[in-house]
């Protein structure tokens, strides 16, 4: 195993990604048996990877001006391993840029590129030439410059600008191309923040905390959840602060039903039976039965009981009624961004099904709300069609449900509240609260 062995695990999972438009998160595991890395080396492809991704349009504008090549005749992996060179260079100030060069010369030969070695190390040593020089995208149109600026498909930057304004829009985009954190809750049936802080404290982890969220503690993205001290004893879930609202908002509480009618990966269905003091019942449904082994294996880790799985496509009608029903319906992601950058390079025409979809699921699963009682639709996403107007939809159409209004953050709603990661520094985010009158 050499240094060289994360960049090769970068270009395959990057090729993967292209070819089967596999997620790079999981696709990280086979590149780390595939080239046998060590946890460090593991990290840093998973990176490389990530800000590739992150950035690889306006890498591919750097290129275009510094490559004697047009991009479109280079091979894929020479391609590959020339933007994960300029992102070292210009992303990642721990590499040193010769070992960026070195690297990305070194894999060329190791693929079998050899005859490429030399245009390679030409290009990128321009780039560190003129890194302090580099071109600067220029648009008459305001969307296209954004979109290239920032590495995001042009019809979502579009829009933005549209609804929010090119400000907000700039914010946003830029947002999502910033590190993120991760937010560790505590389990509350086992321990506390005291005791769990204390337990990072001993091992040295570096975390940041939020008197907003006195039962949370943020760390670097990059650290895997399972090697932190009182993962397997069940101390921490994982859960961002927007999704972790969802059960506050909805009013969960000891001694009643839930239903989580698409529970996958289960954090809703987590944070609710935690709010609820391992009493009352909470139902998951999700059509992937695979993800529901997931989620019991989780509270089993997590000491929770009162979790029951059903495997069901929430479109068809379930037996039942409960307190509270929540509807996390499947949507774009398009406010998961910086967690999922692959997100941007979805095409506007994948996502045009997903309202009535949306519509559909929460038409069926409002029979299951108990009259008087809640129900809580939400998205991680922050397009207006998938929202809003899916909302007015169902309104318009139930006249047994009607908005109520909540708090969050401190800022009072009318039943409807979009979370954004450069205002609320959460993943973009959309909750609407509702309740069955009759």
């Known amino acids: 195993?050499?240094?060289?062995?994360?960049?090769?695990?970068?270009?395959?999972?990057?090729?993967?990604?292209?070819?089967?438009?596999?997620?790079?998160?999981?696709?990280?595991?086979?590149?780390?048996?595939?080239?046998?890395?060590?946890?460090?080396?593991?990290?840093?492809?998973?990176?490389?990877?990530?800000?590739?991704?992150?950035?690889?349009?306006?890498?591919?504008?750097?290129?275009?001006?510094?490559?004697?090549?047009?991009?479109?005749?280079?091979?894929?992996?020479?391609?590959?391993?020339?933007?994960?060179?300029?992102?070292?260079?210009?992303?990642?100030?721990?590499?040193?840029?010769?070992?960026?060069?070195?690297?990305?010369?070194s894999g060329c030969r190791t693929l079998g590129r050899k005859k490429a070695c030399g245009f390679v190390n030409a290009v990128l040593r321009s780039i560190i030439r003129n890194k302090n020089e580099l071109p600067v995208p220029d648009s008459d149109d305001p969307a296209a410059g954004l979109a290239l600026r920032y590495s995001h498909p042009k019809w979502l930057v579009q829009r933005l600008i549209q609804e929010h304004g090119s400000e907000h829009t700039e914010a946003f985009l830029k947002a999502n191309n910033e590190i993120d954190s991760r937010s560790l809750y505590v389990n509350t049936l086992i321990t506390d923040s005291d005791q769990f802080i204390s337990l990072l404290q001993e091992h040295e982890i570096s975390y940041v905390t939020d008197p907003q969220w006195p039962e949370s503690v943020q760390i670097p993205q990059m650290r895997r959840v399972d090697q932190l001290p009182g993962y397997h004893e069940g101390m921490f879930y994982v859960q961002d602060p927007a999704a972790h609202e969802v059960s506050s908002i909805a009013g969960v509480s000891p001694n009643i039903s839930v239903l989580d009618c698409c529970a996958a990966p289960g954090g809703k269905t987590i944070s609710s039976s935690i709010k609820m003091e391992n009493t009352g019942s909470v139902t998951a449904c999700d059509i992937h039965e695979n993800k529901l082994k997931r989620i019991m294996e989780n509270c089993s880790r997590l000491h929770i009981t009162n979790v029951e799985c059903c495997a069901h496509d929430a479109r068809e009608a379930l037996s039942g009624s409960y307190d509270v029903v929540l509807a996390d319906v499947p949507c774009s992601g398009m406010g998961v961004i910086r967690k999922r950058p692959e997100i941007r390079y979805k095409r506007e025409e994948e996502i045009l099904s997903l309202p009535q979809i949306q519509f559909d699921i929460l038409s069926n699963v409002s029979r299951n709300v108990k009259p008087g009682g809640t129900l809580v639709y939400s998205t991680c996403t922050v397009l207006k069609e998938e929202n809003e107007d899916v909302i007015k939809h169902f309104l318009s159409s139930h006249s047994d449900f009607k908005l109520v209004p909540f708090t969050t953050f401190g800022q009072n709603c009318d039943g409807m509240f979009t979370y954004w990661p450069q205002l609320h520094h959460t993943d973009g985010f959309f909750v609407c609260k509702m309740k069955k009158t009759s």
């Open 1 to 105: 195993m050499s240094s060289l062995d994360s960049r090769l695990a970068a270009v395959y999972i990057l090729k993967r990604f292209r070819k089967q438009r596999a997620w790079a998160s999981e696709t990280i595991t086979s590149a780390q048996s595939r080239y046998e890395l060590d946890p460090r080396d593991t990290a840093l492809a998973a990176i490389l990877s990530k800000s590739v991704l992150e950035h690889e349009s306006l890498i591919d504008y750097y290129l275009e001006h510094f490559s004697s090549i047009p991009l479109n005749q280079l091979d894929e992996e020479v391609l590959n391993l020339l933007r994960i060179g300029i992102v070292q260079i210009l992303y990642l100030d721990r590499i040193p840029d010769s070992a960026a060069v070195d690297t990305a010369v």
